[in-house]
């Protein structure tokens, strides 16, 4: 059975109750909203027990990353960008890549992208592969995240047809990814760059 005909079976993915969407009300409504919408930094939900599966079911196989496009397309989005925006996914190591076969912040952008009538694409790639970050102190993540972005040839090409980039991530727990991606695309002409994210801790 492949990933999608699982999601037509009739219990939730995440809670094993009967439901009558991709999961149930109940979990859904387990996941908190952010409010805040005036910072550079927008984020749709706050991470908790709830998200945390969701982003360790779509991150290791079987690799459920329906749910996050769900997670997308669900709600009435209380924010829009204008037309000339570019959603540009934060790029995972070629590691991860060899492994997953998708990166999900990609999965993640072109789904905003699509809900928001903006483009998604990928103008940054990563000049080395970084290890596992979550067992990480502050410290050791900054050290580790240091200059590891560049922008692609497209990105520089792009950089005067697009003044306004938006990152996009899965979560954002310090925001070091997001500052150094974000520290890449300014180098590349790139002026207040914001992020966009699922999960903010
Ligand atoms: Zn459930």
Excluded: W
Excluded at 20 to 27: S, Y
Excluded at 50 to 78: E, G, H, V
Excluded at 153 to 174: P, S
Aim: with cysteine.
């Amino acid at each position: 059975m492949d990933n999608f005909a699982k999601f037509l079976s009739s219990s939730c993915y995440i809670c094993s109750r009967r439901k009558t969407d991709v999961i149930c009300d109940r979990c859904f409504n387990s996941l908190i909203p952010t409010s805040e919408r005036f910072s550079l930094d927008i984020a749709l939900y706050k991470y908790n027990e709830t998200a945390s599966k969701i982003l360790l079911m779509s991150k290791y196989p079987p690799y459920n990353f329906y749910i996050l496009k769900y997670l997308i397309r669900r709600p009435i989005l209380d924010f829009s960008f204008t037309a000339n925006t570019l959603l540009c996914p934060i790029p995972i190591s070629s590691l991860k890549m060899f492994e997953r076969k998708f990166n999900q912040a990609d999965l993640i952008s072109t789904e905003f992208a699509k809900k928001l009538g903006v483009s998604s694409h990928e103008i940054l790639k990563r000049k080395t592969d970084t290890k596992p970050l979550f067992s990480l102190g502050k410290r050791q993540r900054e050290l580790e995240l240091e200059d590891i972005f560049c922008t692609t040839r497209l990105g520089k090409f792009l950089a005067n047809k697009f003044q306004n980039i938006v990152l996009v991530d899965d979560l954002r727990t310090t925001g070091e990814t997001l500052r150094q991606a974000k520290q890449a695309l300014a180098t590349a002409g790139y002026k207040d760059v914001k992020s966009l994210t699922l999960f903010t801790t």
